[in-house]
């Protein structure tokens, strides 16, 4: 599986990005798809994630009800919007693939095996 994730810059806090994670291989569309972000000088993170069909997801209690996660399989992309954005949401993000089950394993990147480059999110005050 190939990812690769765009629509990061620059926005005010305050304001609103959307990302997306473009997948390709033939069976991209079997694999749970994450997002995870890295601040300067910070561990990466757990962001968001979502199964195929849409009907199981998660969010990291930072972006919970800011953040929102849609897939779209007929385009095999995944997409993020990000509103309320806040300096603290500074980092790169980065999309990953995986077929862990469980709600606890989907947050670890340990368990993703497929990484995206990642893209550039600034948020200024």
């Known amino acids: 599986v190939q990812l690769q994730a765009s629509g990061g810059g620059l926005v005010q806090a305050g304001g609103s990005l959307r990302l997306s994670c473009s997948a390709s291989?033939?069976?991209?569309?079997?694999?749970?798809m994450g997002w995870f972000r890295q601040g300067p000088g910070k561990e990466r993170e757990f962001v968001a994630y979502?199964?195929?069909?849409?009907?199981?997801?998660g969010y990291a209690d930072s972006v919970k009800g800011r953040f929102t996660l849609s897939r779209d399989n007929a385009k095999n992309t995944v997409n993020l919007q990000m509103s309320s954005l806040k300096p603290e949401d500074t980092a790169v993000y980065y999309c990953?693939?995986?077929?862990?089950?469980?709600?606890?394993?989907?947050?670890?990147?340990?368990?993703?095996?497929?990484w995206g480059r990642g893209t550039l999110v600034t948020v200024s005050s």
């Open positions: 990953a693939a995986t077929s862990v089950v469980g709600d606890y394993y989907r947050r670890q990147a340990s368990q993703y095996g497929y």
């Open positions: 291989g033939r069976t991209s569309n079997n694999y749970i």
């Open positions: 979502i199964n195929r069909g849409g009907s199981s997801y």
